[in-house]
């Protein structure tokens, strides 16, 4: 699997706009750029996904590089539900079915 | 829509023992996947099913086992359990032929092998 890379963690005052990064300079083609997050003592909850142009939705952005080597995702407003751990997965687009590999990821901290 | 539910919620075994976790997946969904999540790491893949088969399978050992019943819920069966094995054990189902899209997680099982 594609690998990806991401800081171990990251701050933001609420109500700022947060930028989580991510580089994935291996993807392929065929790769979609997910991002799931995973709240304290829950399992990962979906968050976004793209594969080549910008992607907006009720809980996120996500601006993808033109290269495709890294993408961000983007918090608007951070509130202190957004702290988390945001994992940046690549995902093979093909048919049937896939796995998702999960790094590190980013741990979110939100300061009141 | 009750999403992925998830059972037991904690479980406490002793080395040696066998265990059976049970998942019941999004309502409409036909793929569960499972995933091991060890403390302060990322979650790690240990199989799927779909259609009562096990399609992919991750780096984890026979000891390792599962099922899928026809209405798609699964169980995860772990024989001579380690002290390693404990962990939170993760249901995430999906929609096989959307295999691209997102997958959603149940709220775990947290298992302590003592």
């Known amino acids: 699997d594609a690998k990806t890379t991401q800081p171990n963690s990251m701050e933001s005052n609420e109500e700022e706009p947060v930028h989580l990064p991510c580089n994935h300079s291996t993807i392929s083609g065929t790769d979609y750029i997910h991002w799931y997050r995973q709240l304290p003592s829950q399992g990962p909850e979906y968050v976004i996904h793209g594969l080549t142009s910008n992607v907006n939705n009720r809980m996120a952005s996500l601006a993808i590089a033109e290269d495709r080597k890294s993408s961000t995702l983007i918090l608007h407003r951070a509130t202190l539900r957004d702290a988390a751990v945001y994992y940046c997965i690549l995902v093979y687009s093909g048919a049937g079915s896939y796995q998702l590999t999960f790094g590190k990821g980013t741990k979110l901290s939100v300061i009141p | 829509d009750a999403g992925v539910t998830q059972s037991p919620t904690h479980l406490i075994k002793t080395r040696g023992q066998q265990v059976t976790l049970r998942c019941s997946p999004k309502?409409?969904?036909?793929?569960v996947s499972w995933y091991q999540q060890a403390l302060g790491q990322g979650p790690q893949f240990i199989f799927q099913y779909y259609e009562e088969e096990e399609r992919q399978r991750g780096n984890f050992p026979d000891r390792f086992s599962g099922h899928q019943f026809p209405n798609y819920s699964s169980e995860l069966n772990v024989n001579a359990l380690l002290l390693g094995d404990s962990a939170l054990y993760l249901c995430?189902?999906?929609?096989?032929?959307?295999?691209?899209?997102?997958?959603?997680f149940g709220p775990g099982t947290r298992l302590t092998v003592t």
């Open positions: 309502s409409g969904h036909d793929t």
């Open positions: 995430a189902s999906s929609f096989y032929a959307r295999s691209s899209y997102e997958q959603y």
